[in-house]
């Protein structure tokens, strides 16, 4: 057993993480500015990460060895552009400054696809498809650039060549297990909806992730980071299959024309992002399907 600090503990990805990190037996240091830590977490404690001294503080106080940080404003347009840009930006320097300055041995930062650039006012074409981590990031909007300035942080520390072994991941459209059974997602709609109405799902390329499949991601991450050749990897993680009813090949182009020239290889039930790398660096596959879990 380890003890692992996550911030953004509780919000709609961070509630499952904690969930699956102390099911694994990890001691899970919950660290949020509002409440609804769940109640397996060992600890909780609020605080404003995005003031260097108080990330010191907050890490000096548990010293933990592994540090998974998922806090930031969460959804694109939800505040404004300078306000998104700074926090996010902020919290994810600061939590990598103090995790290396304190000796903190793992270290995993929250990205997002979004950083492709899909659904981008002025149009956006894939390289290829499906999806993967050698795919250009084509940010055009505050949050997603925050996430490629994220990923360049934990690379850029992990370049200075310092003890702690870091990654990035991109988790998909991440679903609550409540979800499943018909509270509204992140866009607020429903599952259902947005499996009845593809337009809704279109514009994210109708990628998932079932949330107890995120925590076990990171549980394999941070088991399988001292391992890693290179320090600084980004992961994509996402469910086996697409958010949809109808095969990519033929629905994606129907609400993403720009994608017909690159959507023939998503034939079946395939998504239009790749976990492969997990799969072939961490042995991690995504266990849950809309299919299986939908109410």
Known sequence: MSRVLVTGSAGRLGRSVVTSLAA?????????????????????????????????????????????????????????????????TQLAFN?????????????????????????????????????DEDHPVRPWHA??????????????????????RMAAFRPCFVVAPEEWDGAPTQSGHTITER????????????????????????????????LLETNGEIFFAGAADALAREPLAELLPTVMPETKAFAAPLTGTSPAFSSAKAERLLGWTAKRSWRTELS
């Open 24 to 88: 694994a037996g990890h001691e899970v240091i919950g660290v949020d500015s509002a409440p609804g830590t769940p109640r397996e977490a060992a600890s909780t404690l609020p605080a404003d990460l995005t003031d260097l001294g108080e990330a010191h503080s907050v890490i000096a106080r548990f010293r933990p060895g592994a540090v998974v940080h998922l806090a930031a404003i969460a959804v694109p347009f939800s505040r404004s552009e300078a306000t998104t840009f700074r926090v996010n």
């Open 95 to 131: 939590v990598c400054a103090a995790s290396v300055a304190l000796g903190v041995e793992r270290l995993v930062v929250a990205s997002s696809p979004t950083v492709i650039g899909y659904g981008a006012p002025g149009g956006w074409t894939p390289d290829y498809l499906p999806l």
């Open 143 to 164: 949050y997603n650039l925050s996430k490629v300035v994220a990923e360049q942080t934990v690379q850029t520390f992990a370049r200075a060549g310092d003890t702690t």
């Open 195 to 226: 499996l009845d109405r593809p337009e809704i799902g279109g514009v994210s390329l109708f990628n998932y992730l079932d949330a107890r499949d995120a925590g076990d991601f990171i549980d394999t991450l941070l088991t399988r980071l001292p």
